[in-house]
């Protein structure tokens, strides 16, 4: 059985050690909105009126420390901007709080910047070219490529 065509990824609940560090970095530094806190252990943000697209919680992790590396778990979560502005706007708010990137690509498809939240966990910003632009191999398939950003232009688009 397939998974319907309509099927997407609603939202990411993540473990983090300090739920008002975590606020501050997902609403301070990338500007979702706060749709409802549960005291100092839950909160939900969102983008755009949505009940929640990100879910943060000290339930089993208040305190704690980020995974140890060469263990599984989340690799990354992933926010696509609508437009090449506003991703270019959202690595002007990094710079302007002082987060820095890990990585920084154009995938042909997409272009990502690559960072870690202060709980360790990996974030991912991009936006999608129109799919007209992606690059395709000899068969039509996609070919993705990793080739460097240019993150000056990016900055110009914001």
Partial sequence: MAIASGARIGHVHLKVADLDRALEFYSGVLGFDLTQRMGNSAAFLSAGGYHHHIGLNT???????????GTTGLYHLAILYPTRAELGAALKALRKHGVELDGAADH?????????DPDGNGVELYWDRPEAEWPRDAEGGIAMVTRPMDLAGLLGAG
């Fill in 59 to 69: 339930w089993e992790s208040e305190g704690g420390g980020p995974p140890a590396p």
């Fill in 108 to 116: 042909g498809v997409s272009e990502a910047l690559y960072l870690h």
